[in-house]
């Protein structure tokens, strides 16, 4: 399975970018899919979910500025509006939870100030 994240890109904070994943398989039929970051010297962590029924879920660092959506078995997307410079990293998507071997390149989320 490949998946394939994009969107990323420059922006100045306050701004916006939505980022797309797709999946090679429908491997989002069945299982939960999420978004993560990672930033220079940290460790990955999630940034927000959504269940098979749509069921959401947001770290608080985003909640009210980050959209989950998924609009088939292949596809998700994430909305990311008030963007500031922490949240500056590279965003993967994955299962939630996620699986080792789905961790693709990411899309790397630049926020000047």
């Known amino acids: 399975v490949q998946l394939q994240a994009s969107g990323g890109g420059l922006v100045q904070a306050g701004g916006s970018l939505r980022l797309s994943c797709r999946a090679s398989r429908n491997i989002f039929r069945v299982d939960a899919a999420g978004w993560y970051r990672q930033a220079p010297g940290k460790e990955r962590e999630l940034v927000a979910s959504?269940?098979?029924?749509?069921?959401t879920n947001y770290a608080d660092f985003v909640k009210g500025r980050f959209t989950i959506a998924r609009d088939n078995d292949y596809t998700v997307y994430l909305q990311m509006n008030s963007l500031n410079p922490e949240d500056t990293a590279v965003y993967y998507c994955n299962k939630n939870p996620p699986r080792y071997a789905y961790w693709g390149r990411g899309t790397l989320v630049t926020v000047s100030s």
């Open positions: 959504i269940t098979t029924s749509g069921r």
